[in-house]
Nanobody, 115 residues
């Protein structure tokens, strides 16, 4: 099993920055990929960014490319969010995928960007 705990959400003005953290615990040695997803009210959950734990290859949604940066440090994953826009307002979820495909989600952290 893998447990994920997110932190770092909050309220920020448009143009500001936030840094989200996700700490993984449990069977972390078998995690192959981690990422951030978000879900705004009335919308489906969508990919924000992912990172391969072995090698660090990253992938970003077009809407955040150039503004957000995902990084990892052992069993933690971070999402640096710059130039935030009101449309970035959502609950942000951390996701972990183990080598054989098991998927785990964190409880989510709210990010609110005011205009």
């Amino acid at each position: 099993q893998v447990q994920l705990v997110e932190s770092g959400g909050g309220l920020v003005q448009a143009g500001g920055s936030l840094r989200l953290s996700c700490a993984a615990s449990g069977s972390t040695a078998s995690i192959s990929l981690m990422g951030w997803y978000r879900q705004a009210p009335g919308k489906e959950r969508e990919l924000v960014a992912t990172i391969i734990m072995d090698g660090g290859s990253t992938n970003y949604a077009a809407s955040v490319k150039g503004r957000f940066a995902i990084s990892r440090d052992n069993t933690k994953v971070y999402l640096q969010m710059n130039s935030l826009k009101p449309e970035d307002t959502a609950v942000y979820y951390c996701k972990a995928v183990r080598t054989w495909g098991s998927i785990y989600w964190g409880q989510g952290t709210q990010v609110t960007v005011s205009s």
